[in-house]
Nanobody, 122 residues
Framework: EVQLVESGGASVQTGGSLTLSCVGY????????MGWYRQVPGKEREWVAV???????HYAESVKGRVVVSRDVDKDTLQLQMDSLQSEDTAMYHC????????????????WGDGTQVTVSS
């Protein structure tokens, strides 16, 4: 059984930083497009950042320059380093796996976790 377990969410002030982590069980990250998406109740999901199977990274325009996604293929872990956090970054952040970047952007996930909450306030 595949499980993705996120951690690291917290309440922070505007301008602060957070690092989110995702641990995978029963899955080999190097074979998937792994990434993060976020969701606010009542709003559409937004993909945030991905690491493709070949190691290429992609970022949503809304976070580019403030976020770094990385993976450890030996440990099957994924991290999201977020800096200069803004109130608009408040959301539940989920780790997910998709067969391709195109599928990831369409939220066609094979696996996803329950999420970790990030709240940014002034």
């Amino acid at each position: 059984e595949v499980q993705l377990v996120e951690s690291g969410g917290a309440s922070v002030q505007t301008g602060g930083s957070l690092t989110l982590s995702c641990v995978g069980y029963g899955i080999t990250f190097s074979k998937w497009c792994m990434g993060w998406y976020r969701q606010v109740p009542g709003k559409e999901r937004e993909w945030v950042a991905v690491v493709r199977d070949d190691g290429t990274t992609h970022y949503a325009e809304s976070v580019k320059g403030r976020v770094v996604v990385s993976r450890d293929v030996d440990k099957d872990t994924l991290q999201l380093q977020m800096d200069s956090l803004q109130s608009e970054d408040t959301a539940m952040y989920h780790c997910a796996a998709a067969q391709s970047f195109r599928f990831f952007k369409q939220f066609l996930f094979n696996y996803w976790g329950d999420g970790t909450q990030v709240t940014v306030s002034s």
